[in-house]
């Protein structure tokens, strides 16, 4: 069976990075040809002991710092199975012709006993679904540097692409970071220096300052430098630090109520004064919230062993985060010179959509209100930076002037959903009939209604004034277009048919990446007539010249096409595809339970509308 690609990424460079599972494939994208590759089943094993010919010996603890640095041994899970009479460069073993066996030591926290497995254990196949979840890059220096993320080590890696004489391209992994928790969402943020410098060049960034934002589903964004390269040692020092606290506040006895931040005492004026003005109240108060929060950050922050800085944080489930910026002129000097100011808007579960400033997470500036179940995916068009495009599981996508926190306009989805699922005989997913009879007391199963969720949203800018916005849906073979009309808003076009479920978009030039699920069936729409996606992997849809909207499928007819799809392709196992079924389609984790309560409804929905239509009346 064919592996599906989870991730197209494609980078300022003219590289294109596919996630296959696994496999980081990096490819040319004029040319379609395989430039390098990483695996992470290729990381080094940790805490193991090699056993040959019934003598034991300690394996080598120390790594590069190119290989794995900062990966904390503890949640790291591993295939430790080693071939007879090879060498193994994977592990750091190597066997000298005899049989030899690896066999991988934990350490209980509690009781601090070691657990060895028997000689001659071998990992069942496929032990580990260590794969890429995120893919980013800079876009200085021609995206020097790529950062990627997995999910069953909950790392974060820095790649830097190294371009030798000759056109050669390899990735050479710079550095890892552990997380504490999954990452739900992964972006870099290129900050650009006062000197106004466009371009950081050949380096991280002359002229900019790089930072990764990292967002975990239990509601924290952190924010690291892209750069971070430990001294050898200093960072093992740092975990085992970070673990002989935590070891310290297991074994001290758990206080009977919640506990507190340390008082602030109230401030004072220099000199012993008493604060009498109301601006010097004001000041007094900001100062005394300001240290709470940060006697509160520090009760509740965990201490990760690299630089990083708590961005901000979600009650809820988090699902998407993206860095905006607007473009302000300074009024307060004569020149026109333009300002950037920066912010964060993140989205969860309970249907919230915050704007927060950057770097000051802490600082809320508003809230975008009006979906009424998740929202899964958030999206600024490059040609207009004040709006803001977000869809979810309630059917319909919200456009935004999000600098304002008013909703601009409502499109739907649902209907365009429903057609080619009702084309294709789409059926949802089993759930219990609460409403239904009782049979041998319990309540029958029944068939429920397809369930929608947004998955990915993409802006198209073309020749003219052609601007689109690509939506994909979770589990359909289908693309959504959306025009912008300008003064008149955004309007849905057509619907696009592909081979198989869409699982990522990547735009490149006039064209569109598809990356589709090979094992599943495709749809024909009016524009566009489909074959099996027995043998494909990826699809191309090109701009029709001289149209605003049309796209027509190239993949066929084009070299390049099957130049890209015979490079993707990797053969896996039945099984192997099977437990990454939560990768490629995940929208089940994010729905709520019956007995969950909506923070926002359609009361709500009325609400922001009515508002809405107030101010377009004043």
């Known amino acids: 069976m064919l592996h599906p690609i989870q991730i197209l990424h494609p980078t300022a460079g003219g590289l294109l990075i596919a996630g296959i599972g696994g496999l980081l494939r990096v490819l040319d994208e004029k040319t379609g040809d395989v430039v390098a590759e990483w695996d992470v089943a290729a990381s080094p094993a940790v805490n193991t002991i090699t056993t040959t010919n019934n003598t034991t010996t300690t394996a080598t603890k120390k790594r590069k710092v190119d290989e794995d640095v900062g990966v904390d041994v503890k949640k790291l899970k591993v295939d430790d199975t080693t071939k007879d009479g090879s060498s193994d460069a994977a592990t750091g073993n ?52 790529v950062v990627v993320a997995t999910n069953e080590d909950k790392s974060v890696r820095v790649f830097e692409v190294v371009r030798e004489d000759g056109g050669k391209v390899g990735l050479r992994l710079e550095s890892v970071r552990q997380m504490p928790k999954r990452l739900c969402a992964l972006r870099v943020v290129e900050e650009e220096e006062e000197d106004g410098v466009e371009d950081g060049g050949e380096g991280e960034g002359e002229g ?56 602030i005492p109230t401030p004072k004026i220099a000199g012993g004064g008493i604060i009498t003005t109301e601006r010097n109240k004001k000041a007094a108060i900001k100062a005394q919230n300001a240290a709470m929060r940060d006697s509160l950050a520090k009760l509740e922050s965990k201490e990760l062993p690299f630089p990083n800085k708590l961005l901000l944080g979600h009650v809820s489930l988090l699902i998407d985060v993206i860095p905006a910026t607007i473009t302000t002129i300074n009024s307060e000097t004569n020149q026109n010179k333009k300002k950037k100011r920066r912010y964060v808007i993140s989205a969860d579960k309970d249907e919230h959509i915050r704007v927060s400033r950057y770097p000051d997470g802490h ?77 041998n007391g319990e309540k029958k199963e029944k068939e429920g209604e397809f369930q929608v969720c947004v998955t990915g949203i993409t802006g198209f800018v073309g020749r003219g004034e052609r601007r689109q916005v690509v939506v994909s849906v979770e589990g359909l073979p289908a693309l959504f277009i959306y025009a912008d009309r300008g003064e008149d808003g955004y309007h849905y076009t057509h619907t696009i048919g592909v081979s198989g479920n869409v699982l990522d978009v990547a735009v490149i030039g006039a064209q569109l990446w598809v990356t589709i699920d090979p094992q599943s069936t495709g749809y024909d729409s009016p524009t566009t007539t489909t074959t099996a996606a027995s043998n494909r992997v990826v699809e191309i849809l090109e701009a029709v010249e001289g149209s605003l909207d049309e796209f027509t499928n190239v993949t066929e007819k084009s070299e390049l096409g099957e130049r890209v799809n015979g490079a993707l392709r990797v053969e896996a196992e039945k099984a192997r595809i099977e437990a990454l079924k939560e990768v490629f389609y995940g929208a089940k984790q994010l729905r709520k339970f019956e007995n969950e309560h909506h923070t926002f409804g359609p009361e709500v929905d009325a609400e922001v509308e009515r508002r809405r239509r107030e101010e377009e009346a004043k």
């Open 208 to 263: 900019r300052k790089t930072n990764v934002v990292c967002a975990d589903k239990f509601g924290d964004v952190y924010l690291i430098p892209l750069r971070y390269i430990a001294e050898e040692g200093a960072n093992a020092d740092a975990v085992e630090k970070v673990k002989e606290k935590e070891a310290e506040a297991e074994a001290k006895p758990k206080p009977s109520t919640p506990l507190e931040p340390t008082p």
């Open 363 to 439: 600082v809320i500036e508003g809230f975008c209100l009006g979906h009424t179940m998740y929202v899964s995916r958030l999206f600024i068009p490059s040609w207009d930076e004040r709006t803001l495009v977000s869809g979810g599981g309630d059917g319909f996508l919200l456009r935004w002037d999000w600098v304002a926190g008013r909703r601009v306009q409502r499109m739907e989805l649902g209907e365009y959903v429903r057609k080619v699922v009702e084309k294709l005989g789409k059926k949802g997913e089993v759930v219990m009939d609460v409403d239904g009879d009782v049979e």
């Open 94 to 145: 190597v066997n000298t012709g005899t049989t030899t066996t690896t066999t991988t030591t934990t350490t209980s926290a509690k009781s601090g006993k070691k657990d060895k497995r028997p000689p001659g254990w071998k990992a069942p196949l496929n032990t580990t679904n260590n794969c890429v979840t995120h893919v980013a890059s800079t876009r200085c220096g021609k995206g020097r540097w």
